[in-house]
């Protein structure tokens, strides 16, 4: 699950994504900055996908624009990939193994799991609903996504072999 196959929670629902997306403060947590770190949620917006599952991308306040570490997590807790794991496909940085730890502490609060599993259907109600008012975010965002890159050029050069 790349992070670019994937859309963003706030990026369809703002204001419900500001209010709540999960944070955490660290002092003196083993091997992480003090620092307040924000879990960005991102779903897979194919509406006949039903992979249930979040990846968590981590953010600190006072680290730039960068995720420090992507975490994918599974809502079938008994499936073999559940997680959470740091996700190889994405880039991690060297806080990543601690932020794991921070997240799966995170992770053990039912409460937020349930709420995550809400995001996620959200997210795939929203998809497969054609009049739901997020399709010209997703529109906009499946023809961004890299697996249309190469139909898109095709169609660029058709264009510039007309002219
Ligand atoms: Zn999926």
């Known amino acids: 699950m790349l992070n670019v196959y994937l859309i963003p929670f706030v990026s369809l629902f703002r204001d419900q994504g500001a209010a709540e997306t999960r944070s955490f403060s660290t002092r003196g947590f083993p091997g992480l900055p003090d620092d307040d ?18 990846m968590l991308n981590v953010m600190g306040r006072h680290q730039g624009k960068e995720y420090l570490a992507s975490i994918s997590f599974g809502f079938d807790r008994a499936a073999e990939l559940a997680g959470p794991f740091l996700d190889n496909l994405n880039p991690q940085s060297r806080y990543a193994l601690s932020l794991l730890e921070a997240v799966e ?22 998809a497969a609903d054609s ?4 399709q010209t975010v997703l529109k906009r965002w499946r023809s961004d996504a890299p697996s249309n890159v190469g139909s898109r050029q095709k169609r660029k050069k058709k264009q510039s072999r007309r002219r």
């Open 37 to 54: 770190y924000a879990l960005f949620e991102s779903y897979c917006p194919d509406p006949e996908c039903d992979c249930r599952r979040v």
């Open 105 to 126: 502490q995170i992770l053990a609060d039912p409460a937020y799991v349930a709420r995550l599993e809400s995001h996620y259907r959200m997210v795939k109600q929203a």
């Open 131 to 134: 009049s739901h008012p997020v």
